[in-house]
């Protein structure tokens, strides 16, 4: 079964960037499609980026498009978010997933397996 552990969380001030990274175990990864999303407090989690794991393919968040970067390694089993020009409505807990189809996607619900979460808080 393939575990996901993020980490690279932090604070932040605004204009500041961060990497977040996510690490795989299981012989799955490399087949699968990966994702990042976010939670901020009293709202829903919401698509930030995804990426598939043949083509590289990858889709954004309108809003973070140009700020945000998705990765990833099927060597190392990781799938990284570098996050610059970060603005407080950044703020959130940050989850990684892995969903089986290998196309990637901006819906949750196709997602199998999820990360704990990092916290990422960008103050003004």
């Known amino acids: 079964q393939v575990q996901l552990v993020e980490s690279g969380g932090g604070w932040v001030q605004t204009g500041g960037s961060l990497r977040l990274s996510c690490a795989a175990s299981?012989?799955?990864?490399?087949?699968?499609?990966m994702g990042w999303f976010r939670q901020a407090p009293g709202k829903e989690r919401e698509f930030v980026a995804t990426?598939?794991?043949?083509?590289?393919?990858?889709d954004y968040l309108d809003s973070v498009k140009g700020r945000f970067t998705i990765s990833r390694d099927n060597f190392k089993n990781t799938v990284d978010l570098q996050m610059d020009s970060l603005k407080p409505e950044d703020t959130a807990v940050y989850y990684c997933a892995l969903e089986s189809t290998g196309r990637g996607s901006f819906d949750p619900l196709r997602y199998d397996v999820w990360g704990q979460g990092t916290p990422v808080t960008v103050s003004s």
């Open positions: 299981g012989r799955t990864f490399s087949s699968s499609g």
């Open positions: 990426i598939d794991w043949s083509s590289g393919r990858r």
